[in-house]
C-alpha cells in the first residue's frame, strides 16, 4: 500500500455506496488525466499548459452555466459527465480550479523554498480531494472542511517523504529548502543518498533530525484531523478510519527504518491492511500511540 492524493479517491472501495461510485470514477478521472498532463511523458512546458488551460476553461463554462466542450470534442468523455455530476451534486467548481492551479505548478516548480509555500501547494493540489469526498456525502461544512484538509495535507507529506527517491529522480525536492539549511544540508546530500554514495556521519545524524521534524509534522496533521473519520457515519467514516491510519503506518515505517527510504520505500503489505483494518474498527484510542514521541 502507498499513500497518495489521488489513488485516496475510493474509485474501488467496497466502502464506497453505489450511488456515488459513477460521481466519483468521474472527478477521479479529471484529477488524474490532469496530473498525468503535467507529470508524464516527453510533452513540452508550453504544451503541457495549454493543455491545462483547455481543462480549466471547460471547467468555468461549466461556472458559468455552459457546456463545457462539444460532444464531439476529445475532452468531452472526461468533462460531459464531470458537468452532470457537478449539478447533480451542486459542487462548487474551485476545488477542481484548485487542482488545476497545483498541476499548472508541477510544470514549473521543483522546489519549495519554505514550509508556507509547500503547505500551499499541499492547499490546493491535496485539500481539494477532501472537500469533494465530504460534498459527495453532503457533509462538508465549517469544522469537517478544516479537519479533511488536515488529513488530506498530511497524507499528501507523507507520501513526499515515502517518494523522496522517486521524486529526486524527477527532479522534485519537496523538503523545503529552509528546512535543509538549518540542518546543514543541502541537494547534494539527496543525491548522495538516492545513488548509494557514502556521506559523512554528521550528515546522516542531521538528515535523521530533520526527517524526525518532517514526520512529526505530517503525523500531528493527520491526528488533528482524525477526529472527523469518527464523527462521520457509517461507511464514510471507516474509509476515512482506513486512510488516516495507513498514513500513520507509513509514518510509523519511516521511524522503523530511520528515515532511510534510500535502501528500501516504506510501504505496507498484508499484515499491515490487517492492522489498519483493526484499527480502523476500533475507538479514537487507536491514536493514543500516534501522541508526540520525545526522542532523546
Request: glycine share 6%; proline share 5%; net charge positive.
Amino acid at each position: 500500500m502507498t499513500i497518495d492524493h489521488y489513488e485516496n479517491f475510493p474509485v474501488a472501495s467496497l466502502l464506497l455506496p453505489a450511488r456515488l461510485r459513477e460521481p466519483v470514477r468521474h472527478i477521479y478521472r479529471f484529477a488524474r488525466t490532469a496530473d498525468d498532463i503535467a507529470d508524464e511523458g516527453d510533452a513540452s512546458a508550453d504544451v503541457r499548459l495549454a493543455r491545462l488551460d483547455e481543462y480549466r476553461q471547460a471547467l468555468l463554462r461549466i461556472r458559468d452555466g455552459r457546456a463545457p466542450v462539444a460532444p464531439d470534442h476529445e475532452l468531452a468523455a472526461i468533462f460531459l459527465p464531470l458537468a452532470e455530476v457537478i449539478r447533480a451534486f451542486g459542487l462548487s467548481c474551485d476545488p477542481f480550479l484548485d487542482l488545476l492551479s497545483a498541476f499548472s505548478q508541477d510544470v514549473g516548480t521543483s522546489r519549495y523554498d519554505t514550509d508556507a509555500a509547500l503547505l500551499d501547494y499541499c492547499r490546493r493540489s491535496a485539500n481539494p480531494v477532501g472537500r469533494l469526498m465530504l460534498a459527495l456525502y453532503g457533509k462538508l461544512d465549517k469544522d469537517n472542511g478544516r479537519d479533511a484538509d488536515a488529513i488530506c495535507t498530511g497524507l499528501q507529506l507523507a507520501n513526499f517523504w515515502q517518494d523522496i527517491a522517486i521524486d529526486w529522480r524527477k527532479d522534485r525536492v519537496y523538503i523545503p529548502q529552509s528546512a535543509l539549511r538549518a540542518h546543514h544540508l543541502d541537494d547534494i546530500h539527496i543525491h548522495r543518498r538516492v545513488q548509494g554514495l557514502p556521506v559523512p556521519s554528521q550528515e546522516t545524524d542531521a538528515w535523521r533530525a530533520m526527517m524526525r521534524e518532517r514526520v512529526a509534522q505530517a503525523r500531528a496533521l493527520l491526528v488533528s484531523g482524525a477526529p472527523l473519520a469518527w464523527r462521520l457515519p457509517g461507511r464514510i467514516g471507516l474509509e476515512l478510519r482506513l486512510v488516516v491510519h495507513g498514513g500513520l503506518r507509513i509514518l510509523e515505517r519511516l521511524d522503523q527504518v530511520g528515515y532511510d527510504m534510500f535502501a528500501r520505500r516504506p510501504t505496507l503489505g498484508t499484515a499491515d491492511r490487517l492492522l489498519l483494518l483493526w484499527r480502523g474498527l476500533s475507538g479514537r484510542q487507536s491514536l493514543h500511540r500516534f501522541s508526540p514521541v520525545r526522542h532523546s
